[in-house]
Nanobody, 124 residues
Framework: QVQLVESGGGLAQAGGSLRLSCAASGRTFSGLAMGWFRQAPGKEREFVAAINWRGGNIGYAESVKGRFTLSRDNAKNTVYLQMNSLKPEDTTVYYC?????????????????WGQGTQVTVSS
């Protein structure tokens, strides 16, 4: 089991930027696909982006494509989500997740470990 801890959330103005980090511990990180999801109260968890363990394949939700950039540093057991051109509709809790070979399906069920979440609030 891998433990995930997110950081970097907070308050930003519309058009601004934030960078989320997710630090992993507890098992080998380099063999895991990593992803970010977000979930608003009363809504289903929504895929944001995911990256395979080598970092060569990355998928994004259409809603964030061109604004968010996902990357990973396997030497530091950390994955990063750079969020630019933020919009008020990006406001919600963001969760880091570790997944396996089916990460490209962008479904929460394909990710077995989750962080506690970090709040992102974008003001208009």
């Amino acid at each position: 089991q891998v433990q995930l801890v997110e950081s970097g959330g907070g308050l930003a103005q519309a058009g601004g930027s934030l960078r989320l980090s997710c630090a992993a511990s507890g098992r080998t990180f380099s063999g895991l696909a990593m992803g970010w999801f977000r979930q608003a109260p009363g809504k289903e968890r929504e895929f944001v982006a995911a990256i395979n363990w080598r970092g060569g394949n990355i998928g994004y939700a259409e809603s964030v494509k061109g604004r968010f950039t996902l990357s990973r540093d396997n030497a530091k057991n950390t994955v990063y989500l750079q969020m630019n051109s933020l919009k008020p509709e990006d406001t919600t809790v963001y969760y880091c997740a570790a997944g396996g070979s089916r990460w490209y399906r962008a479904r929460p069920a394909d990710f077995g470990s989750w962080g506690q979440g970090t709040q992102v609030t974008v003001s208009s």
